[in-house]
């Protein structure tokens, strides 16, 4: 299995882990809401956005595709 390995990532690791873990909040639907259920589209912080993921999603998330620049 792969690893991901770079400069600073235990600290980086406890940076992210001081992030609050936050809500969601609904904003509009896109498209088809029949074949679209199973997407998310969430618009913020890429750090926030994956703490609010983390409770509900952990280990069943296929993609993330995070605009840059990120953390």
């Known amino acids: 299995m ?3 390995e ?3 990532k235990h600290q980086a690791k406890q940076a992210a882990g001081v992030v609050p873990y936050r809500l969601l ?3 509009s639907e896109y498209g088809d809401p029949h074949t679209a259920a199973d997407n998310l589209l969430i618009q ?3 750090l926030h956005a994956l703490k609010a993921l983390l409770p509900f ?3 069943r ?3 993330i595709f995070i605009d840059p620049p990120d953390n």
């Open 61 to 63: 998330v296929k993609c």
């Open 6 to 8: 770079w400069v600073n």
């Open 57 to 59: 999603y952990a280990g």
């Open 25 to 27: 909040e609904f904003a």
């Open 44 to 46: 913020g912080d890429n």
């Open 2 to 4: 792969p690893f991901l």
